[in-house]
DNA sequence: CGGCAAAATGTAATCCGTTACATTTTTTAA
DNA sequence: TTAAAAAATGTAACGGATTACATTTTGCCG
């Protein structure tokens, strides 16, 4: 691959004039431009973004941290993420942690070592921590170059993205409320995560301003995929008294739970209403289709990386935190509730 | 951030001395190299990869260029990729491309800027046509550092990794057949891509070895999203001699597909039998769970990984084509051809 | 045409780690 | 003990683009 001394040469300028010519035209003048341009085609030069990159320091690249890929609501969030990305010249490094810290902190190393200029992480996790801070010695107590979307950190020493988890929980428990429901269980996920926390006092707010008694054994353990949500189902239909309704922090966890209802032999919504979270494209063809939070997903994804390349660039003084709406969306999955639950027959 | 120079008059040894400490430590003394490496510990020095790439001219990233990775078949497959990448201490650089060329080209010219080493393309375009070649002129034809996975060139000038989606096809259209089915339509995706021609063919080589003839108006277009699903069985519903089965090339428009037929108060598979392509993780809770073609995705993805860090490390010489197999996961969404369909009343 | 400012161009340092080659120290064998 | 071999360490060039600073050329006015 030819250099810029190559072309200095057939140009028969200096690598200087080679370098203002095409960083900064007006300073170079127009026949000595064109000469320089001819020989750049002539060489088919293009320059060397690692040896641009190793000189500024700045690699253009942002690692993205997600617990798993697979996810479509996290695909969503990267779609968006890439977009935003292309748009302002950087590119997105994939980490696919899959919830480990060990895995997550060999990706933040990629920043410690300048292989990209900063991270967004998915996940309420400091990946940093583990590792040795960058020098917080320093005057203000910086920025990480990081920006935490999705699930949150209570005190995220950087910029976050989220959702009124809180509030969309509790919009969803009214919503079923509303509709009569009393007994109404939710199936969450890992009792660890801000954002099932978030969710559980959403549900317990909306519960207690309807005077509603909360259930512990309503409350039942997932872990977003289709399987735990079906599983969690079975457990929630074996109780004594089971739920008229059930809500689950993702649609995945919802559409598993209405195949586990089905094969029990009841109907949905007419004997078990069930609410999902997200609104991802499979939740409209669900049968029948499913009642969901609806989140911004590619706006996430947008919104991460622009205040992650804000951050880097200094246009940023605090961290800001800025909340995106949700909205509920009413499809069929969701009914008044019955007069009494028929016993399951499987 | 700390620097060589920085360790070595720490350690008060030379530069040399501490790269050598840390890359070929056997040819440093023990004495020596634990003075090196406290001075590392203490500077906190961590080797500035960027300057290491930039000398060695290996990037260690891989471009993935992907249609869209929202789409769950593609999110395992970069799964995949991910997985072999890491293991070999490369990173991918996430090129979500929507099938845009010009898009396509943009990421391609990150390989022949040095920001990246090679590229994966899972789509059935040559990304570096537009740009200007690597210069072929060279002794041998030198394979592109790329690789082609999933949906393939049929003339690519790299190694590909690719599923036998004719007989893949052709299995699935024996299996309706052997079902009774002699209508048996398919949804298939965009016209020109390679991957629907030959599952059209696989198709028909079935249906010709069953002695049915082949319909043109049973062939129905799709783009592989769950509304496209639903909107071609719509149009196959309202045939005058509607299918008694649908073959749907992925498993998204087939799920969009039993959504709509069940709108139209029939039955799958009482009335229709639906399949679908990929086993994704809906097929197994769809309602009725999918009769589909499973691919092993993340297989995809790692050998694609592989192949490429054998290419860019020079131990292929040939392009190899790998064929990795396919599975028929019979479930409940096909069954017996009725005696008659009924008449779709919507 | 002299003289000065402005514009254009050139020179060389710089970013940081690696490594060929040179030099010094240690070990080994005679 | 000494020469030669082996081991350890040091010096400095290198990779490619950018840019501060130096130098040359151009343009303009008196």
Chains 1, 2 share one sequence.
Do not use: W
Not at 108 to 121: C, E, F, K
Request: charged share 20%; glycine share 6%; with cysteine.
């Amino acid at each position: 691959m030819s250099n810029i001394r190559e072309v200095a040469r057939l140009a028969e300028v200096s690598v200087a004039t080679v370098s203002r010519t095409l960083q900064q035209p007006d300073l170079v003048s127009l026949k000595t431009r064109n000469k320089v341009l001819a020989a750049v085609k002539a060489a088919g030069y293009k320059p060397n973004l690692m040896a641009v990159r190793f000189r500024s320091g700045k690699t253009h690249n942002l690692v993205v941290l997600v617990p798993t890929v697979a996810n479509v609501f996290f695909a969503r969030v990267i779609s968006g993420m890439q977009e935003a990305a292309h748009e302002k010249q950087y590119a997105l490094l994939l980490g696919n942690t899959l919830g480990d810290d060990e895995m997550e902190a060999a990706y933040a190393r990629m920043v410690q070592t300048s292989q990209a200029d900063g991270l967004i992480q998915l996940r309420a996790h400091n990946p940093f921590d583990a590792l040795q801070q960058p020098d917080s010695a320093d005057d203000n107590p910086a920025l990480l170059p990081m920006v935490n979307a999705c699930e949150v950190l209570d005190k995220a020493p950087c910029p976050t993205v989220v959702l009124d988890n809180r509030a969309a929980a509790s919009a969803m428990t009214e919503h079923l409320l509303a509709l009569g429901h009393r007994r109404i269980a939710m199936i969450k996920g890992p009792a660890r995560s801000p954002l099932t926390r978030d969710r559980v006092a959403g549900y317990r707010d909306a519960l207690q301003a309807a005077g509603v008694s909360f259930a512990a054994e309503l409350l039942s353990p997932g872990n977003f995929s289709l399987q735990s949500g079906f599983d969690a189902a079975g457990d929630l239909l074996a109780l004594p008294n089971p739920p008229t309704a059930i809500f689950c922090e993702n649609d995945e966890m919802a559409i598993g739970a209405i195949q586990r209802i089905k094969q029990s032999g009841l109907r949905v919504p007419a004997d078990i209403s069930v609410a999902g979270f997200d609104d991802i494209s499979f939740a409209a063809f669900a049968d029948p289709p499913l009642t969901t939070i609806a989140q911004p997903a590619e706006e996430f994804g947008r919104t991460a990386v622009r205040l992650l390349i804000d951050t880097l660039e200094g246009r940023l003084s605090k961290a800001p935190k800025v909340i995106l709406p949700f909205e509920l969306i009413t499809r069929a999955s969701t009914g008044p509730a019955p007069a009494a639950v028929p016993t399951p027959n499987d």
